[in-house]
């Protein structure tokens, strides 16, 4: 078990794109967020508008006591009209309560039901997409996906926009209704505003952004260094590496820690600093010594600093929610744009599943067929052959050569850049997903088992299988007896009361395709990591396995398919022998290299064998 900890080059280290690439990213970002939020904008444009009111509603009171105060500061004093301000301010702080109130519900049902309807369709997604994507990624990372980023889009769609509204409207109406007052003392308590702005500017910076790159990567290592640690414990244990094991994984604790406290110490330094310069006390400093200033020079009259006392004050609160959802509102645009990549991440052509007709035969036929995971940069080229019913093809060549990729795209894992692939003369992409299942099946080196029961995981092969049908793959994929004696049978849990060796999961895959019973088979060297004492029996599971099928097969010790039908031979992307075992030793070409190698690697494990 390897865990990758290391960050990718130069990332710690302060390397970032150029201006031009990040403004791109920012742009793209913003386009994500637009996109993803599409469905719920008209939601939170209404509770927009309700929170735009409700903040003029905060301000309107303190206009109301301030007009009171000034009556009350007047000779003769109009009671009536005293009382009938307080009471209207009274009212319309209700008013703003309530319609706060109701805003704040709206924004979070819609984020509710709006995380469960892009969870489904996340889902669904995840269902279209080629196999091979999930290939390419940890279970870490898929989790990411469905759970992680869905709940940082809390703050887009129950929070920001409504924080956004109230600190734009606050400000706008409480220096609209100052303005008026007295346009010096105005622009004086715009310092605050100016010094706010500056120093929430540093926070949301390239440099946080960059910092909270860093730290989302080490939090995914950790995330998969854990999955890893738990799901390899066995192995790793019984190879006595688990101090390594723990050591890599801690390395993954150390590393996300590291970069929580290099993203969180520059920003709390500067939000503490931003926090105080729109506190009450601070601005009121401010205006005091600014007013006694001018009422000394005779710009302004005492009793017009009460407005900037009461009204003034509170004007900053209002922006004190943008700097403590800064990091939210960053970690959320950082996940809109990985879930908008993802939704736009290319599907599998499905046909559609009516009246498919049912494989007689299963000759399978790769017709000039071309693939590469780059555009411009193809894995194979000009692959030609025919695979026949009841034979076995052994797809052998040097690391690297493509023969796992050439294997993968018989069950669609990817699409074929150029040329076809045939069943009986139908292109696969003519199959529906069920009927491609129904014709295809694989059991590779890497084992999938489902969270669930030892009979939830074999039904996934045909989901009406009865009790009998189901007892006859696990007998013949010798691995019967292993499941009567756990706990429950199968119905025992995997991973709970269930905990199979490899060898064990091994045969337990071979009967989920036993069961599917499929007349073409693809097999990547199903006993490479299986224990000893399981590969007698994962053999004769397999030789069950293939009989009367037609079976491409990936060969990594070439010993083991000696005797297959045909073995064809990959270079560089490229069919460049093909025969039987003796035919292709006797022309000295590429297999009989490989052969050697074979042979010089089993030599050497016998002679250390030996020593022992």
């Known amino acids: 078990m390897t865990v990758q900890v290391a960050p990718p080059p130069g990332v710690e280290s302060g390397n970032r794109p150029s201006k031009a690439a990040a403004k791109a990213q920012k742009q793209r970002e913003a386009q994500a967020r637009k996109d993803i939020l599409a469905p719920v904008a008209g939601m939170l444009t209404a509770a927009s508008l309700i929170v735009a009111v409700a903040s003029v509603c905060s301000v309107v009171p303190f206009v109301l006591i301030v007009e009171a105060c000034r009556e009350l500061l007047t000779s003769p004093i109009d009671t009536d009209r005293v009382w009938w301000l307080f009471g209207a301010a009274v009212a319309v702080l209700v008013l703003r309560a309530l319609l706060q109130a109701v805003a704040l519900t709206w924004s979070h049902a819609a984020d509710a039901g709006y995380q469960l309807t892009l969870r489904r369709l996340l889902a669904a997604k995840l269902t279209r997409v080629p196999l091979g994507w999930f290939g390419e990624r940890s279970s870490g990372e898929v989790k990411t996906y469905l759970r992680d980023d869905v709940e940082a889009l809390h703050y887009l769609v129950a929070h920001a926009r409504l924080e956004f509204v109230g600190a734009l409207v606050v400000p706008l109406v409480t220096l609209g209704y100052l303005f008026t007052v007295d346009w010096r003392l105005t622009l004086v308590l715009l310092i605050p505003l100016i010094a706010y702005f500056v120093l929430f500017g540093r926070i949301m910076d390239r440099d946080g952004r960059d910092r909270l790159a860093v730290y989302t990567r080490w939090e995914r290592r950790t995330a998969e260094a854990t999955i890893e640690f738990v799901d390899g414990i066995q192995v790793v244990r019984a190879f006595g590496q688990a101090g390594k094991a723990h050591s890599e994984f ?104 009516t009246g498919d007709v049912p494989v007689e035969r299963g000759v399978v036929r790769f017709e000039g067929v071309e693939f590469g995971y ?134 337990l895959s071979i009967a989920r395709a036993l069961l599917a019973d499929t007349p073409v088979l693809v097999l990547d060297e199903a006993t490479a990591f ?16 293939v009989a009367g099928r037609t079976v491409l097969v990936i060969a990594h010790r070439l010993h083991t398919i000696t005797g297959v039908d045909r073995i064809l031979v990959l270079d560089n992307g490229t069919l460049v022998e093909q025969g039987t075992h003796d035919e292709l030793r006797s022309t000295g070409g590429l297999y009989q290299r490989l052969w050697d190698i074979n042979e010089a690697a089993l030599g050497t494990l016998a002679l250390v064998e030996e020593t022992r």
């Open 250 to 353: 801690q390395a993954a604790v150390d590393g996300q820690v590291n970069a929580a406290h290099r993203m969180k110490m520059p920003i709390i330094r500067v939000q503490s600093a931003s926090d105080i310069v729109v506190t009450p006390v601070f601005v009121m400093l401010v205006v005091v010594l600014a007013g006694l200033a001018f009422v000394g020079a005779g710009w302004v009259e005492p009793l017009d600093l009460l407005p900037f006392l009461l009204v003034g004050l509170g004007i900053g609160s209002s922006l004190l929610g943008l700097g403590y959802g800064s990091q939210a509102l960053r970690a959320g645009g950082a996940a809109a744009l990985r879930l908008h990549e993802l939704r736009r991440t290319p599907e599998l052509e499905i046909a559609e599943s």
């Open 374 to 507: 780059r555009t411009g940069h193809n894995v194979l080229r000009g692959i030609d052959l025919e695979l026949t019913p009841g034979t076995i093809t052994a797809l052998v060549g040097p690391s690297g050569s493509g023969k796992s990729t050439l294997a993968k795209l018989l069950p669609r894992f990817y699409d074929v850049g150029a040329g076809r692939i045939t069943i009986d003369g139908r292109d696969i992409r003519e199959f529906s997903s069920e009927a491609l299942y129904r014709t295809v099946g694989f059991v590779f080196q890497d084992v999938r088992l489902i969270r669930g029961s030892i009979r939830e995981n074999l039904l996934l092969a045909r989901p009406g299988a009865d009790d009998a049908a189901i007892e006859r793959a696990a007998r013949a994929a010798q691995i019967h007896d292993r499941i009567v004696a756990l706990p429950r049978g199968y119905d025992s849990e995997i991973g709970d009361d269930a905990t199979l060796s490899g060898g064990e999961a091994q045969r």
């Open 530 to 545: 299986a224990d000893p004492e399981s590969e007698a029996a994962v053999q004769d599971a397999l030789a069950a396995l």
